[in-house]
């Protein structure tokens, strides 16, 4: 079976700080991989997204940035946070010739 | 444009049915999801809709009419551990890419 692994599960860091969030995924090869943020009462946006190792694509303009520098392993990382990135961060990944997208547990940000 | 529109709250009651709806507008449909999220957890994978009709997987029931751009969850005999936020996502065709896009979930409440 697919497992997503994401750690930590909780991380509070001061503004300016950086940041690494790390997903690792168990079950399935070549997987497509996902990173979502989801703020506190709103939807899930889709961050960057993975075909491939070394393949990053990035949805929205923000001081993140993502890697993938293993077939299971997709890195989220930041230089310098801000108040603005506080966020339960989600990993997400698709296996080859399936549909359905599947979470890891998720990591809660808070930037103070 | 891309828009997905589900109602923000619904309450129901213990052993009823609910149905809660989405509408959506893609560029290019590929597919309805809908995922179970409870508080302060990561997004669980409930059903997967391509064509046009009902998909029922024990109490709970997805329809979609590509036509309309329409889909509805149906969740039969009502229990207090579905007290949860719903979320509908339509996928893009993307060629490998997989992307969904999500509404901002429909809080369920479930009363005695």
């Known amino acids: 079976s697919q497992t997503i692994h994401q750690w930590p599960a909780t991380l509070v860091q001061p503004v300016g700080s950086p940041l690494s969030l790390e997903c690792t995924v168990e079950?399935?090869?070549?997987?497509?991989l996902y990173w979502y943020r989801q703020a506190a009462g709103r939807g899930l946006q889709l961050l960057f997204y993975?075909?491939?190792?070394?393949?990053i694509s990035s949805e929205v303009p923000q001081n993140l940035s993502a890697s993938r520098p293993q077939d299971r392993q997709f890195i989220l990382s930041s230089k310098k946070l801000l108040l603005s990135d506080s966020g339960f961060y989600l990993c997400?990944?698709?296996?080859?010739?399936?549909?359905?997208?599947?979470f890891g547990p998720g990591t809660r940000l808070t930037v103070l | 444009g891309q828009n997905i529109d589900q109602p923000t709250e619904m309450t129901a009651t213990e052993g009823a049915i609910v149905q809660i709806n989405c509408t959506y507008q893609?560029?290019?449909?590929?597919?309805l999801f809908w995922y179970q999220q409870h508080a302060g957890e990561a997004p669980t994978f409930l059903s997967y809709?391509?064509?046009?009709g009902l998909e029922e997987k024990g109490r709970f029931s997805s329809f979609l009419s590509r036509s309309k751009g329409y889909s509805y969850l149906l969740l039969k005999e009502l229990q207090m551990k579905d007290s949860a936020s719903y979320l509908c996502?339509?996928?893009?065709?993307?060629?490998?890419?997989?992307?969904?896009?999500f509404g901002t979930g429909t809080l369920l409440a479930v009363q005695p």
């Open positions: 809709n391509v064509l046009d």
């Open positions: 079950g399935t090869s070549n997987p497509n």
């Open positions: 893609t560029s290019g449909f590929n597919g």
């Open positions: 993975s075909v491939g190792i070394g393949q």
């Open positions: 997400a990944q698709v296996a080859p010739g399936h549909n359905e997208q599947f």
């Open positions: 996502a339509a996928r893009n065709y993307g060629g490998a890419t997989n992307k969904l896009i």
